[in-house]
């Protein structure tokens, strides 16, 4: 064998062993993937992150109170700091509070704000996966049904999403084991319709409408998954 053939047989083993070991990283689940996105989720600061945690004793594993979590003696605090104290909406709120402890208006409002952007412009795109995870069986059908119906006319949608000008938690209940609430939210958006040809069908590419919904979400206490769901739609013109 020739000295070139040696050189050349050399560098296909070592391709070959960095394909392997590249292989054996990349292709594997560490059980430390991101999860799933949850706007009502609490954002933990970089300080927060940053925080060494205590180490666990005897190879037990320490857990913590969950974020946003008022302590027992000051769990109504958040609550009063939020809704007024004697209004129906604080004390719809204190008893959703003493069902789930860990219950922050203050969050739920900042976690309503970013999935109520994550929906409209997941319907505006068709992105059904999107809204699967966002939204009930019943509110999902209806949404799956323009969509469909729009990718059957053939229409297409440019849509820009401006900002939210008013997030307002304006009602809460508790029946059973299932949390409601309800928000006021007036948004700024940009949204035109053009149908197969082109044509502008609905709506405007220049304009920035002014929409006013008001959604309701639901979570029930009992299950595993911590979601909230939109279970209804209204609009207010």
Known sequence: MGTDSIITLFFLIVAALIFLNLRSVLGKRTGHEKPPYDPFAPR???REAERPQPPAEDGKVITLPRRGAAEPENRFQVIDDFAPPGTP????LRRI???DPSFDP???VEGAR???EMIVTAYAEGDRKTLKSLLSNEVYEGFNAAITEREKAGEKVKFTFVGIDKADMVAA???GPEVTVTMKIVS???SATYDKAG???????EDVSEVKDRWTFLRDTRSRDPNWKLVSTQSEG
């Open 44 to 46: 933990e600061s970089a």
């Open 89 to 92: 909406l604080n004390d719809a």
């Open 97 to 99: 509070v003493e069902a």
């Open 106 to 108: 203050r969050q739920f």
């Open 114 to 116: 970013a999935a109520y």
């Open 173 to 175: 209940g508790l029946e």
């Open 188 to 190: 700024q958006l940009i």
């Open 199 to 205: 044509t502008l069908v609905d709506g405007n590419a």
